[in-house]
């Protein structure tokens, strides 16, 4: 993850749209943010909207949400390395938001809030609807690490620190969620299926990760060894 560049936002002179390349329309583009500003952008964001609002003076309502106003604010003036980050304006919050790989990031539909779409330590209340059976991919994947397994298979898979399992349809997210803790990687492969039969609720975020309240060991079919 650390190190992993993206690619920076511009804004189209004609359309105005951000998109991630210099020229739009026929027309070379205003440079909004480069890949490394953007990161590190994405990273505090997205830890101030899952994990840590106070440390930036910001106060989610119960959806999750803040107004992206106050978000500048309390970026600029509350966090702790603000000096590094004086450049922050609503423009570049929603640049982030809008073009966000894996989909991270909500806007509400006035454009004033924002919120993250998943991986909250903090208690939010995320009104979504549960997916219907016709909804559920064929499979999905959760990420770890061996030490864990024998764990998992008592147990099931919990949520830890965060307040919903996360599983993905991207078996490459999983790999990479497993990387995070370990060299040791394995993929679980969960049926989601088995989770609605079992009384589960299952929820999409994002683009590619799906959450849920629990995994009983029951649901989960296959474990890869990922070398
Ligand atoms: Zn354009």
């Known amino acids: 993850m650390l190190g992993f560049a993206l690619k920076p936002i511009y804004r189209c002179r004609v359309c105005g749209r951000f998109v991630e390349e210099p020229f739009h329309c026929g027309k070379p583009a205003v440079l909004v943010m480069d890949g490394v500003r953007r990161l590190r952008l994405s990273k505090l964001v997205s830890g101030l909207l899952r994990h840590f609002p106070w440390e ?18 309390g970026i600029r003036r509350c966090w702790r390395n603000r000096e590094l980050y004086q450049w922050v304006t609503r423009e570049h919050i ?6 966000d790989p894996k989909g991270r990031f909500e806007l509400s ?24 059976l016709e909804e559920l991919p064929e499979k999905l994947y959760h990420g770890t690490v061996k030490r864990v397994l024998e764990n998992i298979f008592r147990e099931g898979i919990k949520p830890m620190k965060r307040l919903m399992v996360h599983l993905t349809d991207r078996f490459e997210d999983a790999v990479e969620t497993g990387r995070r803790h370990g060299s040791d990687v394995v993929v679980l492969v969960v049926d989601p299926r088995c989770l609605v039969e079992k009384g589960y609720e299952v929820y999409k975020a994002g683009r590619s990760v799906y ?14 060894f990922v070398s």
């Open 109 to 132: 539909n006035d454009g004033r809030r924002i919120r993250a779409a998943y991986g909250h330590s903090v208690k939010v209340k995320i009104d979504r609807r549960p997916l219907s």
């Open 211 to 224: 959450l849920v309240a629990r995994v009983p060991p029951e649901c989960i079919v296959e474990r890869i």
């Open 94 to 99: 929603v640049a982030l938001a809008l073009l």
């Open 56 to 73: 930036a003076c910001l106060e989610l309502d119960e959806g999750g949400w803040v107004d992206i106003d106050v978000l500048v604010e």
